[in-house]
């Protein structure tokens, strides 16, 4: 006979209870994050201006799986079906590159708000959180590989026009959906070989950035975060943009740091990060990805990064401090899957990071037990957590793990197979 998910729940309960876990505390916590989750998984980071091309900048996709959202309308659907299928609320992040226009297109430097109603009346009616990105990519200006730090001052001049529409959108975007939204600034600047001055480049995009900053919003409508960068393709030997440039600037500027999981060193712990800059950043962004050999954006999966990651901001108490952006784009398995995978993968190592018997560890930690420490430890990894979460999902109306892709075959067979 098998047994209802709440009786399972309730033995696994009993479980944790024992260890001093309250689960039901947990499940609550949970319940209030919000991802945002990346429209460009959806259509392999082409956007709308020239969609038959893939993106540049030092960022690829690769795969061919068919049925990738060619418009609005289709993107939308998409993520609509992605978001009926994770419990909790949560956000879309957009690009630039996702404007629509009714007449003639508006290049980067020319975007407005009205580009994005189609988004905003969207997010209204569905309650969603909308974030935003400049895309300083995949456009002709920036095809020498340089943006906010291009040497010629007309090249700068049109990005820092883009980049501070991109704020202002934003700051409509959070107003109009009531929740600020988080503007985020990726440049793919850098060079393939050894420069000759490294300042130069860096001093210009830090001119850049202070004309670009130099007017603030209001937090509840908009925050800022840059995002660093170690190495993109084509830009292996220099990056404007990099971590120790971003911190400084953000610390000064008061803006948020964004930390990408693909954007450091392969043994650097990003996890190892969050009590390191928590004492210096009221708020911190991250970008939740899974580099593979290199900064590959592969689908976030359950694996120790983001279980350490997500152990690290649940011990700090720092869940409300911290917003946490998927990012990455698989064209090789169907979009919708990759989003909800995803996100359920984020969703159970916070859930297992709640669920961790904090006041045991410590008090082990404290009394200087540390085979007891690392036993319970151990422990902790074959406890029922699963059970937990299939309670969770029967609780908010969604399918758990092993059904969920029945939901998703379905929508492929009736919706994204059709798509050319
Ligand atoms: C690129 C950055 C950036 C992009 C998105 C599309 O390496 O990670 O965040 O992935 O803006
Ligand atoms: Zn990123």
């Not at 876990?21 to 499940?27: E, G, I, N, R, S």
């Not at 909790?88 to 508006?106: D, I, K, S």
Request: net charge negative; proline share 5%.
């Amino acid at each position: 006979m098998t047994k209802n998910p709440e009786s399972v729940f309730m033995a696994s309960r009993e479980t944790y209870e024992r260890l001093g876990v309250d689960v039901v505390k947990a499940l609550s916590r949970l319940e209030s994050v919000s991802l945002s989750l990346p429209c460009w998984q959806g259509d392999d980071v082409r956007g709308f201006e020239s969609p038959d091309r893939g993106p540049d900048g030092g960022i690829a996709v690769t795969g061919s799986y068919p049925g990738r959202a060619r418009n609005g309308p289709e993107l939308r659907a998409d993520l609509e079906k992605a978001l009926s299928l994770l419990p909790g609320r949560h956000r879309v992040n957009l690009h630039a590159m996702y404007a629509e226009f009714t007449g003639r297109p508006a290049d980067r430097d020319r975007l407005r708000p009205e580009h994005f109603s189609g988004w905003m009346d969207w997010a209204r009616s569905h309650s969603l959180g909308l974030d935003f990105n400049a895309t300083c990519f995949s456009h002709p200006k920036a095809d020498e590989g340089w943006t906010l730090s291009h040497a010629d001052p007309a090249i700068r001049a049109f990005w820092i026009e883009h980049v501070r529409r991109c704020r202002q959108i934003s700051r409509i975007l959070g107003r109009e959906t009531g929740s600020s939204c988080i503007h985020n600034l990726w440049i793919p600047d850098g060079s393939r070989d050894q420069l000759a001055d490294r300042f130069r480049p860096r001093e210009r995009l830090i001119s850049s950035l202070d004309a670009i900053y130099e007017k603030s919003f209001p937090p509840d409508e908009m925050k800022d975060s840059v995002e660093s960068k170690l190495f993109g393709i084509g830009s292996e030997a220099f990056v404007a943009g990099s971590y120790d440039l971003y911190l400084a600037y953000a610390l000064k500027r008061n803006l948020m740091i964004c930390l990408d999981m693909g954007h450091f060193h392969p043994t650097e712990s990003v996890a190892d990060k969050v009590s390191a800059l928590l004492p210096f950043f009221p708020e911190i962004l991250f970008h939740l990805s899974r580099g593979l050999r290199w900064d590959s954006d592969h689908v976030v999966i359950l694996d120790d990064a983001l279980l350490e990651l997500c152990r690290e901001i649940v011990r700090a108490g720092a869940l409300e401090r911290i917003h946490l952006a998927l990012d990455y784009f698989d064209a090789t398995i169907h979009r919708v899957a990759a989003w909800v995978i995803g996100a359920r993968a984020v969703m159970k190592a916070l859930l297992r990071a709640l669920l961790e018997p904090r006041d045991r560890l410590m008090e082990l930690e404290e009394s200087g037990d540390l085979t007891g420490r690392l036993a319970l430890m151990e422990t902790v990894k074959a406890l029922p957590w699963g059970a937990v979460w299939n309670y969770h999902c029967e609780k908010h109306e969604v399918p758990p793990d092993e059904t969920m892709m029945n939901e998703i075959r379905v929508y492929e067979q009736k919706v994204t197979s059709r798509r050319q």
